[in-house]
């Protein structure tokens, strides 16, 4: 679970951002432009990292401040799961990243394991919608919704790792890699198997 002062400060980051946005008033612009550097001050110093690391993260004023979403493939062959490693990290995660605008959740989903391991699938089930600071994720300054969905492979090609993954291989739940935990945590990779074994499993929704 995400540290209740970060919680606290990135909300009054969101609102300083959004305030900004809508505010038409010159004394209103100041209070919220100094809001928004005691939130990221807040969250420098919580996170032990530098303010400038933290204004690259959350980037510039983007208007009424929404959640991030990242969709993630669990793609089951065999009783192993499908990870790609990471470039940035050297560590494992299953297919997907940020979702794009003009696609679809499945649409998104479909596209990030094509760029990354070069299989076409099928997204078949939705199983999880999490929010990313409610579970054991590395804390995160931005704020994270993350959906998860079962697919299966519509061709039998080889792997293909894309440029942004340097492998992509299939594991045994019983002997997993190192995992890129701010991408993936091992409960999403024992609750994809679980769902997979019981299609009548209600999705799990925070």
């Known amino acids: 679970m995400e ?4 919680a606290w400060a990135k909300r009054l980051s969101a609102l300083a951002d959004t305030g900004l946005h809508y505010c038409r008033d ?3 612009r100041e209070r919220y432009e100094e809001v928004a550097e005691i939130s990221t001050s807040m969250m420098a110093a919580l996170g032990d990292i530098p303010i400038g690391r933290v204004n690259l993260a959350l980037g510039k004023g983007e208007g009424h401040v929404t959640p991030k ?14 990870l790609v490693k990471e470039k940035m ?3 494992w995660t299953m297919p997907g990243g940020y979702a794009e605008v003009g696609l679809s959740a499945v649409e998104n989903t479909i596209k990030e394991v094509w760029e990354e391991a070069g299989i076409k699938v ?28 079962l ?5 039998r090609a080889p792997l293909d790792p894309g440029h942004e ?16 935990e701010p991408r993936v945590i091992v409960q999403d ?8 074994v019981d299609p009548q499993r209600p999705v799990m929704v925070d």
């Open 165 to 180: 993954v340097s492998d992509a291989a299939y594991f045994s739940p019983d002997d997993l890699p190192p995992l890129s």
């Open 122 to 149: 099928e997204a078949k089930r939705l199983y999880a919608i999490r929010h990313k600071a409610k579970h054991a994720y590395p804390v995160d300054v931005l704020d994270f919704y993350k959906l998860f969905f």
């Open 189 to 196: 990779i024992t609750d994809a198997f679980a769902f997979q």
């Open 3 to 6: 540290d209740q002062w970060l």
């Open 89 to 91: 990290d050297g560590r």
């Open 69 to 82: 979403i990242d969709v993630r493939a669990a793609i089951i062959d065999d009783g192993r799961i499908l």
């Open 26 to 28: 010159k004394f209103d």
């Open 151 to 155: 697919c299966e492979r519509r061709d």
